[in-house]
């Protein structure tokens, strides 16, 4: 992570990168980040933002970073999900693991599920949890992390 990533990974800077004209004449626009709480633009959308849309993920609360909400906005909640851990032909249910009593829409004892908090952990693309926050999550009740 580079500094200008810590940066906005702790909400003290986020780019605003204005849409492109590529070579062809099609333009590339930077999905944006709305306040979730005025709806108000605050810049471009963080890949984990991005990640969390395409997964269907609740997206981070960002009031604290919007000028009108920030001064009174809450700390981000804190927000369960259920992941499972495990190897990918498992999760996605075409491993050769077979259990008896195992129905097709049930996964293989290979599989954990374990709940996290969606809040502060990190996901990426495949959905893939790249930082763990365990549930119940701590970050809320200490406090120095979201600020
Ligand atoms: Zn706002
Ligand atoms: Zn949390
Ligand atoms: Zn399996």
Avoid at 67 to 95: M, Q, S, Y
């Amino acid at each position: 992570m580079s500094a200008r990533d810590a940066q906005i990974a702790a909400g003290r800077a986020r780019p605003n990168a204005p849409d492109r004209v590529n070579p062809d004449g099609s333009r590339s626009i930077r999905m944006k980040r709305a306040c979730n709480g005025c709806g108000v633009q605050l810049g471009d959308a963080t890949e984990d933002e991005m990640n969390r849309g395409i997964l269907g993920l609740p997206l981070p609360d960002v009031r604290r970073e919007c000028p009108t909400c920030g001064p009174t906005a809450p700390d981000p909640k804190c927000v369960p999900v259920t992941i499972v851990e495990g190897d990918a032909l498992c999760t996605e249910n075409e491993c050769d693991h077979e259990p008896d009593d195992r129905t097709p829409d049930e996964y293989c004892d290979q599989v954990a599920e374990r709940k996290v908090c969606a809040t502060h952990s990190a996901f990426d693309r495949e959905g893939t949890v790249t930082s763990t926050a365990a549930w119940p999550c701590q970050r809320w009740a200490k406090g120095g992390e979201s600020r």
